[in-house]
């Protein structure tokens, strides 16, 4: 059983250079392509950033596709943490799911940080969301394990996408 309640990790072995790896998640478009946000300007370390939802390009299931479609329109708003090019990006943001027209500002944030290493047959993606015990109570335990299970989709996503664009 699981004990750690403030952190989420997923670890996937991307068949693709660690350059490609590293355009995908640290390029605004790019990144936006598969997590399904368009952003309108660059990731810069300390820029806060607000982009909408958009339909995923690829997909892993009905279920992630409807829940992308729900929310389309909806604010995504990011501060970029740290960009270590070639190692780590990582980045905080509302885990709630954003409404528009609400300010966010003094919520809790998560930290969600993307590790990298280059290992025989490809690039090792390291994902960390922490922080989930600095929300509430009555929506710590949901949306942990709501972000649980929708890291795994992304990481099937982001391995789609690179298959796509390779």
């Given at each position: 059983?699981e ?13 693709a ?94 930290l ?15 994902l ?30 982001i391995?789609?996408y ?5």
């Amino acid at each position: 059983m699981e004990t750690n309640t403030d952190s989420v990790e997923k670890r996937i072995l991307l068949r693709a250079p660690l350059e490609r790896v590293w355009s995908a998640i640290s390029d605004s478009k790019q990144f936006g392509r598969w997590f399904g946000v368009k952003f309108d300007s660059a990731f810069v370390a300390g820029a806060r950033i607000v982009g909408k939802v958009i339909p995923l390009t690829v997909s892993v299931d009905a279920a992630a596709t409807e829940s992308q479609k729900q929310r389309e329109g909806n604010p995504c708003t990011i501060t970029v943490e740290r960009i270590e090019p070639m190692r780590l990006f990582s980045i905080r943001w509302y885990p709630l799911d954003e409404e528009p027209g609400v300010d966010y500002l003094n919520e809790p944030t998560t930290l969600v940080e993307f590790k990298l290493e280059e290992v025989p047959g490809g690039t090792l993606l390291t994902l960390t969301e922490s922080g989930f015990d600095g929300l509430s109570l009555e929506r710590r335990a949901e949306t942990r394990t709501s972000h649980h299970q929708g890291w795994t989709n992304y990481m099937t996503i982001i391995k789609k996408y690179l298959a796509l664009a390779a």
